[in-house]
C-alpha cells in the first residue's frame, strides 16, 4: 500500500527541530513489509524550512495514498483532529490510521466520536498491528482480528487485546533516516530501548513497569547507518536518545557508552534520560566522564519524601541528596539537569514550595540546574486522580485546539491550589528557573 506518514506539531512544545523517531521507525517497519512510505513532519513546515506550507506537501500527496496514518501525543492530538477534519472536507476518501501515547490511552472517546472520519486507532507497537492491518486492508479480507486496534463495529467500539511483545522488533538498518531532509534538522533521534520499570502516577506510559531493550548487536548495526546522516543537520552534530530511560541496566549502559565512543561519537553532544538510583553506579559515572558535551536529564519530580511516594517513586531525599553531591565530586554537575514538577493533583501550597525550596537547595549545594513545572493533566494515574476531585472531566478536553493555554482549564485542574496560589506559585518557578540558568556559569 501507499502510505503517508504524519507527525502534527503542537506549538506549545519546545520549538527545536528534532526528528520524530515515531514516523522514521514506522516508516522503516512498513517499508520492510513491502509498503511504500512518504513522511511529514509538521513541524519543519511551520517553521519555515520547506520551499513550501504543510497543507501544500500534504495535499499533494494524499490523493496518492491509501492510508493515512497519523502518530499523536496528548499535546497535538488536537491538532492531528483538526487535520483530519481538513483532509476529509477536502475530499479524501483513503484510510485514517491514528496511534501513538494519546491514541493508546483515549481509543474509546476517539472511536466513540470520530469513527465517522477516523477508520482504525492503534495501541501497542506498529510491528504488533499496523502491519497486519494494513496488508489485511491491502488483500481486502477480514482485519476484525488483529491484535492492538479499535474500530466502530455494529454501533459499537470494538478493541482487539493486545500483549505488549517482549522483544522489540527490529528492522533492516533502523529509522529511515534516508528520507530525512538535509540541513532542516538540529538534532537526530536515536533508540536504544523503550518503556520503563517505573509506575509513576503522572507519566503517560500505556505499559507500566514494562522494559525492553534492542539487542546490542542490532543497535551496532543501525547506529553505524545512522552515523552519515549526522551531517545533514543544521548546525552542530546533537544525538537525543529517545528511550524512556537510557540508563536502566546500568552495566548495558556503559556497554553502549563504549560502543558510542569506539563509533566516534565522544564528541557529539548526546542526550540521555537518567535515574537517581542508576547514577549511583561508579563504573557508569566514569563511561559517562568520557562524553565532555552529554546531557543527563533526571526525573526528580518531588522534593520530599512524602512527594516521592504519593507519585510511586522509589527515591528518598537521602537518595537525592547522595547522588547529587556524587555527581558534583566527579564533575558531572554541568552535564545533569532535573526536573520538577508542581500542582499534581494531590499537592498543597505548602507542597509546591517544599519542591521548589528542594530545587533552589540542589542547585545551591551541588550546582545541579533544574526545571521546575507546573503540571499539566495528561492521561495517567494522576489525571484520574483529578477525575475524582473534577467529575466533569473527560478526553474530549484535548479535543480542543489550545486546550493547553486555556487558563480556566489551568485553574479547574489544580483543584487545591486557589487562583492567587497559582500566581504566586508560578512567579517563584519563573524566578527560580531563571535565576539557576543565569548563574549556571559560575558553577562549571
Given at each position: 500500500m501507499k502510505t503517508l506518514l504524519i507527525k502534527p506539531y503542537s506549538a506549545n512544545m519546545d520549538n527545536e527541530l528534532i526528528l520524530p523517531m515515531t514516523v522514521y521507525h514506522i516508516g522503516s517497519v512498513l517499508r520492510d513489509a513491502g509498503h511504500e512510505i512518504a513522511i511529514v513532519?509538521?513541524?519543519?513546515?511551520?517553521?519555515?524550512?520547506?520551499e513550501c506550507t504543510y497543507e501544500e506537501i500534504v495535499d499533494d500527496i494524499i490523493f496518492n495514498v491509501d492510508a493515512v496514518i497519523y502518530t499523536v501525543n496528548t499535546f497535538d492530538w488536537c491538532v492531528?483532529?483538526?487535520d483530519i477534519r481538513r483532509i476529509r472536507q477536502n475530499g479524501?476518501?483513503?484510510?485514517?490510521i491514528v496511534g501513538g501515547v494519546h491514541a493508546a490511552l483515549a481509543y474509546t472517546h476517539i472511536v466513540k466520536n470520530?469513527?465517522?472520519i477516523i477508520d482504525f486507532v492503534m495501541v501497542g507497537d506498529a510491528e504488533t498491528n499496523l502491519v497486519p492491518l494494513l496488508a489485511h486492508l491491502e488483500e481486502e479480507t477480514?482485519?476484525?482480528l488483529v491484535p492492538g486496534i479499535a474500530f466502530l463495529k455494529d454501533g459499537k467500539v470494538k478493541f482487539n487485546v493486545c500483549q505488549i511483545q517482549k522483544e522489540l522488533a527490529i528492522t533492516k538498518n533502523g529509522p529511515a533516516y534516508d528520507l530525512m531532509p538535509d540541513g532542516v534538522y538540529e538534532s537526530i533521534t536515536y533508540e536504544c530501548s523503550r518503556g520503563c520499570f517505573g509506575r509513576c502516577s503522572f507519566c503517560?506510559?500505556?505499559?507500566?513497569?514494562s522494559w525492553r531493550p534492542y539487542d546490542e548487536e542490532y543497535i551496532a548495526h543501525t547506529l553505524k547507518n545512522m552515523i552519515p546522516h549526522l551531517d545533514k543537520l543544521e548546525g552542530r552534530r546533537h544525538i537525543i536518545t529517545t528511550d524512556d530511560c537510557f540508563t536502566t541496566d546500568p552495566e548495558r549502559a556503559v556497554r553502549l557508552l563504549k560502543l558510542f565512543k569506539e563509533y566516534g561519537l565522544?564528541?557529539?553532544e548526546i542526550n540521555l534520560e537518567a535515574r537517581i538510583m542508576d547514577l549511583r553506579n561508579e563504573e557508569l559515572l566514569s563511561a559517562l566522564k568520557e562524553f565532555p558535551n552529554v546531557h543527563l536529564q533526571v526525573g526528580v519530580e518531588a522534593g520530599s519524601d512524602k512527594g516521592f511516594k504519593q507519585i510511586h517513586k522509589p527515591v528518598t531525599m537521602e537518595m537525592l541528596h547522595a547522588c547529587s553531591k556524587r555527581l558534583a565530586?566527579?564533575?558531572?554537575?554541568k552535564n545533569v539537569f532535573y526536573s520538577f514538577i508542581v500542582g499534581l493533583p494531590q499537592d498543597t501550597v505548602e507542597d509546591c514550595y517544599t519542591t521548589l525550596e528542594t530545587s533552589n537547595d540542589i542547585f545551591e549545594s551541588y550546582g545541579i540546574v533544574s526545571n521546575i513545572a507546573f503540571w499539566i493533566p495528561l492521561p495517567s494515574e494522576s489525571y484520574e486522580l483529578l477525575k475524582t476531585m473534577v467529575p466533569d472531566m473527560d478526553y474530549s478536553i484535548y479535543d480542543e485546539l489550545g486546550w493547553y493555554g486555556d487558563k480556566e482549564f489551568f485553574r479547574i485542574t489544580h483543584p487545591k491550589l486557589t487562583e492567587m496560589d497559582i500566581m504566586e506559585i508560578s512567579q517563584k518557578v519563573f524566578e527560580a528557573n531563571s535565576r539557576q540558568s543565569l548563574l549556571k556559569h559560575d558553577y562549571l
Amino acid at each position: 500500500m501507499k502510505t503517508l506518514l504524519i507527525k502534527p506539531y503542537s506549538a506549545n512544545m519546545d520549538n527545536e527541530l528534532i526528528l520524530p523517531m515515531t514516523v522514521y521507525h514506522i516508516g522503516s517497519v512498513l517499508r520492510d513489509a513491502g509498503h511504500e512510505i512518504a513522511i511529514v513532519d509538521q513541524k519543519i513546515y511551520a517553521a519555515g524550512k520547506m520551499e513550501c506550507t504543510y497543507e501544500e506537501i500534504v495535499d499533494d500527496i494524499i490523493f496518492n495514498v491509501d492510508a493515512v496514518i497519523y502518530t499523536v501525543n496528548t499535546f497535538d492530538w488536537c491538532v492531528a483532529l483538526d487535520d483530519i477534519r481538513r483532509i476529509r472536507q477536502n475530499g479524501y476518501e483513503g484510510r485514517v490510521i491514528v496511534g501513538g501515547v494519546h491514541a493508546a490511552l483515549a481509543y474509546t472517546h476517539i472511536v466513540k466520536n470520530f469513527s465517522g472520519i477516523i477508520d482504525f486507532v492503534m495501541v501497542g507497537d506498529a510491528e504488533t498491528n499496523l502491519v497486519p492491518l494494513l496488508a489485511h486492508l491491502e488483500e481486502e479480507t477480514d482485519y476484525s482480528l488483529v491484535p492492538g486496534i479499535a474500530f466502530l463495529k455494529d454501533g459499537k467500539v470494538k478493541f482487539n487485546v493486545c500483549q505488549i511483545q517482549k522483544e522489540l522488533a527490529i528492522t533492516k538498518n533502523g529509522p529511515a533516516y534516508d528520507l530525512m531532509p538535509d540541513g532542516v534538522y538540529e538534532s537526530i533521534t536515536y533508540e536504544c530501548s523503550r518503556g520503563c520499570f517505573g509506575r509513576c502516577s503522572f507519566c503517560t506510559i500505556p505499559f507500566k513497569r514494562s522494559w525492553r531493550p534492542y539487542d546490542e548487536e542490532y543497535i551496532a548495526h543501525t547506529l553505524k547507518n545512522m552515523i552519515p546522516h549526522l551531517d545533514k543537520l543544521e548546525g552542530r552534530r546533537h544525538i537525543i536518545t529517545t528511550d524512556d530511560c537510557f540508563t536502566t541496566d546500568p552495566e548495558r549502559a556503559v556497554r553502549l557508552l563504549k560502543l558510542f565512543k569506539e563509533y566516534g561519537l565522544q564528541d557529539c553532544e548526546i542526550n540521555l534520560e537518567a535515574r537517581i538510583m542508576d547514577l549511583r553506579n561508579e563504573e557508569l559515572l566514569s563511561a559517562l566522564k568520557e562524553f565532555p558535551n552529554v546531557h543527563l536529564q533526571v526525573g526528580v519530580e518531588a522534593g520530599s519524601d512524602k512527594g516521592f511516594k504519593q507519585i510511586h517513586k522509589p527515591v528518598t531525599m537521602e537518595m537525592l541528596h547522595a547522588c547529587s553531591k556524587r555527581l558534583a565530586e566527579v564533575g558531572l554537575s554541568k552535564n545533569v539537569f532535573y526536573s520538577f514538577i508542581v500542582g499534581l493533583p494531590q499537592d498543597t501550597v505548602e507542597d509546591c514550595y517544599t519542591t521548589l525550596e528542594t530545587s533552589n537547595d540542589i542547585f545551591e549545594s551541588y550546582g545541579i540546574v533544574s526545571n521546575i513545572a507546573f503540571w499539566i493533566p495528561l492521561p495517567s494515574e494522576s489525571y484520574e486522580l483529578l477525575k475524582t476531585m473534577v467529575p466533569d472531566m473527560d478526553y474530549s478536553i484535548y479535543d480542543e485546539l489550545g486546550w493547553y493555554g486555556d487558563k480556566e482549564f489551568f485553574r479547574i485542574t489544580h483543584p487545591k491550589l486557589t487562583e492567587m496560589d497559582i500566581m504566586e506559585i508560578s512567579q517563584k518557578v519563573f524566578e527560580a528557573n531563571s535565576r539557576q540558568s543565569l548563574l549556571k556559569h559560575d558553577y562549571l
